[in-house]
């Protein structure tokens, strides 16, 4: 690993790649949250990944401080945005006087299993995020304003929902309708981009387990998203996510809520295949 980098001048000379240097986390951790729920933080790739044995998730390459964070819902700072979260799914708003509540009668642990599975094909054959649905909802049904793809009444939702398919397996189709999202995302995640003239792949396929500035590069899963950095103090989404690492590589980032970053959720959903929804997690 990191002979890819090392061979791209731009790369090296403007990020300062230390190979190996600092060895700060546990990737040999289990990630057990609460005392009962043991979440797989790694397993056997899904069959399309031609390049990699083993799918892994990011919690594994932070430090032990970081990774604790995430073992108690005490102490992950992302439960704050849950319960933003469960008030919101109380509230009334819009014109036809509703909250989740009116309809949703059983609360959000109706929706175990929905986050494992999005993005996903809706009834007209397009692919839909969780943020889309969401939105869909609110105006569709509610007659109330959508909110904002990144913003904190969005990611805290997608937080509660996902947190309901936590310790599930990730298992998002590929086949069928959703083969050609599938195959414009890997195709996104495979080109190199912006002015380091870099792609996904060379930073989160090939070279995953290397420090990189201060920071020790993860697989760029996206089983523990939406999550909460420290960084920001906030929950962030996997788009927001993705315009970050553009702009790292000063790319011009694509859209949040746009086809290409739509397509790359996608294939990167389907890279976890097999790994545990980590939802809401924990990363620096
Ligand atoms: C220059 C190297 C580099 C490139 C290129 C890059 N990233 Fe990242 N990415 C990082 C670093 C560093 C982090 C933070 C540490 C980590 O989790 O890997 C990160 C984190 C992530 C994460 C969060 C993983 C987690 O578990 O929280 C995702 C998702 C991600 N990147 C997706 C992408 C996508 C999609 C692209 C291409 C558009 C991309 N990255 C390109 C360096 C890169
Ligand atoms: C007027 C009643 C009503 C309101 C208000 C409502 N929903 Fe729904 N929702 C439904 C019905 C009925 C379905 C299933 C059929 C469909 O998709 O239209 C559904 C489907 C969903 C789904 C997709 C579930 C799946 O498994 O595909 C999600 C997620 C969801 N709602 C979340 C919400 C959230 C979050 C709110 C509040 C912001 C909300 N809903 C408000 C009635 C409602």
Request: charged share 25%.
């Amino acid at each position: 690993m990191g002979m890819y980098l090392l061979k791209t001048t731009a790369f090296a000379a403007g990020l300062a790649l230390m190979a190996g240097s600092v060895a700060q986390a546990d990737e040999g951790a289990t990630l057990v949250i609460n005392e009962e729920l043991t979440i797989a933080t790694t397993a056997k790739a899904p069959a399309h990944l031609e390049n990699i044995d083993e799918i892994t998730s990011g919690w594994i390459y932070r430090t032990k401080e970081t990774q604790a964070l995430q073992m108690d819902d005490f102490d992950n700072p992302a439960f704050v945005f849950v319960d933003i979260a469960l008030d919101l799914w109380n509230e009334v708003d819009g014109t036809e006087g509703k909250s989740c509540a009116s309809c949703h009668t059983d609360g959000p642990e109706e929706f175990a299993g929905l986050t494992a599975t999005m993005p996903r094909i809706d009834k007209d054959g397009n692919l839909e995020t969780l943020t889309e649905v969401v939105n869909r909802e609110r105006v569709e049904k509610m007659g109330a304003k959508p909110w904002k793809y990144s913003k904190t009444n969005m990611a805290s939702m997608t937080a509660l929902i996902g947190l309901q398919s936590r310790g599930m397996p990730v298992n998002v189709a590929i086949d069928g309708a959703a083969a050609p999202f599938w195959e414009r995302g890997k195709e996104l995640y495979y080109t190199r981009v912006g002015q380091l003239d870099i792609s996904c792949s060379n930073c989160h396929e090939d070279n995953y387990g290397v420090m990189i500035r201060a920071d020790h590069l993860s697989q760029g899963q996206i089983n523990g998203f939406p999550t909460y950095r420290l960084k920001n103090a906030k929950m962030n989404t996997t788009h927001g996510r993705f315009k970050g690492c553009m702009k790292n590589i000063r790319a011009v980032p694509y859209k949040e809520g746009g086809e290409e970053f739509k397509a790359i959720e996608l294939y990167l959903a389907s890279r976890g295949n097999g790994l545990t929804v980590e939802t809401p997690s924990v990363r620096n």
